[in-house]
């Protein structure tokens, strides 16, 4: 009985081990065998290299530079070396053993792969530490390329700058290959063009024992330096504006009006993107972010009420629709009445009786009003798209606004309101609720320049398609009715552009003056382009609160367009 009872445990033991083994090899053992194939191989990545950036004449923008990081490898510290270990090493890097220890025991990840304790240490005390690693067992200093934004403050907004990876940023960057240690591009060039600039990062695959020990070299890939990108960008001329602008508030943007290149483009007061990359700079970070003149604002792109160099579209849309012609002519005596209200021209003893060219010439308001209440809104609104308004020129940096073009719609959805007569007026003039870009203004005036064609404004060089879409839009004849008004603005002696004048060059321009509210002084505006012997330029330049257009802005755009002269041999 005994025997029995004793073969049946023998049998029900046996069916467990069997069980237990048919479980560990048949259903669990395809997992197991990856799970040991992971403790047996590792991966230690290493970084790739970001293209450099060039200017039109390949002259870097952005390019690498050498740095040394101090990392540990665990494995190779003993746990009760390591406290005395940091402290020998804080004196070399003058941190805190403390800030040591908690890098360490933040970054690590395994026994075999280096933890990054410090890093972008000085030159010298790289060689230092070098010199006495017989002390520092476990300890050594790592090479690596960092950013090094060559140009500064000059073209901060055009190339931005890159910064590590946030926790919540990366599952959605993981699925395009990025390791959460990763830079990545947040702003400018960096951001538009990051995985092209990226590269494909390399590493070792070794095999390691059970404790961790490296046993072989698997294999190795080297990293891929990431490609470089060739902008359109005058090095020059970038400089230059930067110099001219410096840190007032507002945007200059320069292009080519047949081809939509962008020669340049600053936005000021500016800010040094090598601020971002250098760890001991975290107080002139602080103050850039507090700033309250928002030098990381991209001004070049953003809205503002464009005032008087929206007249172009207006002087267009009243040829256009036939409401006016070149002869039409109305009377400023200074006001203008329009039902209960009475509105002054800038010009309070009037202008006198105007037609388009001098309207133009002389910025008159009320000649402007008075073709606005006979084309309307819906007319006008139209037309303001036909040149860019409202919609994004698509120009390759991130983050661009539409801005607004206003209609009886647009006021009902947002303000919960009826169009009035009133808004007509206003919109003729570029007040009211229009909002538009620097980059949309120099692209209107490109297609007054160019004769009708649209374009599409782009900062990295491309020849392997067509970038310029050359789709024509205006009509050539009545923009030769507006050209003439244009010119005299800045060759008439009455001319609101006079300040812009360089004998021997023919320039086309608008000024514009911008309510901007709140009691503050109203936004400057000066938009054109001019002719030289081999080639044309668009430009806007724009001063945030800068009073007229025809004054500050005005003044600069004749050192741009000096600067095109000078290139061409003249005096």
Not at 91 to 96: A, G, M, N, Q, S
Not at 158 to 175: D, I, T
Request: hydrophobic content about 40%; charged content about 20%.
């Amino acid at each position: 009985m005994r025997l029995q009872i004793l073969k049946y445990v023998l049998v029900f033991l046996f069916m467990i081990l069997f069980s237990t083994i048919f479980w560990m090899q048949i259903i669990k053992g395809p997992e197991y065998f990856r799970q040991s194939e992971s403790n047996r191989i590792r991966l230690v990545p290493e970084d790739a290299s970001r293209g450099i950036i060039y200017d039109r004449n390949n002259i870097p923008l952005v390019a690498n530079k050498l740095a040394f990081d101090v990392v540990a490898v665990p494995q190779e510290i003993k746990s009760e070396n390591k406290d005395e270990l940091f402290r020998k090493l804080s004196k070399f890097l003058d941190i805190k053993d403390s800030i040591l220890a908690e890098a360490f025991e933040r970054n690590f990840v395994s026994g075999f792969s280096p933890v990054m304790l410090a890093e972008n240490i000085p030159r010298n005390t790289a060689f230092l530490i070098e010199q006495e690693m017989s002390q520092l067992n476990g300890v050594f200093v790592k090479t690596s390329s960092i950013r090094n934004y060559l140009q500064g403050k000059a073209s901060a907004h055009l190339v931005g700058y890159v910064g590590k990876m946030r926790e919540y940023e990366y599952p959605e960057f993981k699925k395009y290959g990025y390791q959460m240690s990763d830079l990545i591009g947040r702003s400018g060039l960096e951001k538009e063009y990051d995985q092209i600039l990226r590269g494909k990062p390399g590493g070792m695959q070794l095999e390691v024992d059970s404790e961790g020990s490296i046993i072989k070299v698997i294999s190795y890939r080297p990293p891929v330096r990431g490609n470089d990108l060739h902008t359109t960008i005058d090095l020059n001329l970038q400089n230059l504006v930067s110099d001219l602008l410096a840190d007032i508030k507002g945007a200059v943007c320069v292009i080519d009006p047949e081809t939509g290149e962008v020669l340049a483009l600053y936005s000021g007061p500016s800010y040094d993107p090598n601020i971002f990359i250098n760890k001991d700079q975290y107080a002139a970070i602080g103050r850039v972010f507090k700033n309250p003149d928002a030098p990381l604002l991209n001004r070049a792109l953003n809205t503002y009420a464009p005032g008087s160099i929206f007249k172009i579209v207006t002087a267009y849309a009243g040829l256009w629709e036939k409401i006016i012609d070149s002869n039409t002519n109305f009377v400023c005596e200074g006001n203008f009445q329009l039902g209960n209200s009475s509105r002054s021209c800038w010009l309070k003893s009037g202008h006198g009786n105007v037609n388009l060219q001098k309207a133009l010439e002389t910025s008159c308001n009320v000649f402007f009003w008075e073709v606005s209440l006979k084309i309307g809104q819906r007319l006008l609104s139209g037309h303001a798209r036909e040149f860019g308004f409202g919609k994004q020129t698509g120009i390759d940096l991130p983050s661009e606004p539409t801005g607004v073009v206003p209609d009886a719609h647009w006021k009902n959805v947002h303000i919960h309101e009826k169009w009035y007569a009133g808004d007509t007026a206003n919109f003729a003039i570029g007040q009211g609720f229009l909002l538009a870009s620097p980059i949309q203004a120099v692209k209107m005036v490109s297609m007054v320049a160019n004769g009708g064609y649209e374009i599409l404004p782009h900062i990295v060089k491309n020849e392997n398609k067509t970038i310029n879409i050359k789709k024509k839009i205006l009509s050539e004849e009545i923009l030769g009715v507006i050209r003439k008004g244009l010119n005299d603005v800045v060759s008439a002696s009455a001319g609101t552009g006079r300040n812009a004048y360089v004998p021997g060059v023919a320039i086309f321009a608008k000024t514009g003056t911008a309510q901007s509210g709140k009691g503050l002084d109203p936004h400057a505006w000066f938009v054109g382009y001019a002719e030289f012997k081999n080639q044309k330029i668009s430009f806007c330049v724009f001063e945030e609160f800068g009073g007229h257009g025809g004054e500050g802005p005005a003044n600069i755009a004749k050192q741009i367009i000096l600067y095109f002269k000078a290139k061409e041999g003249g005096k």
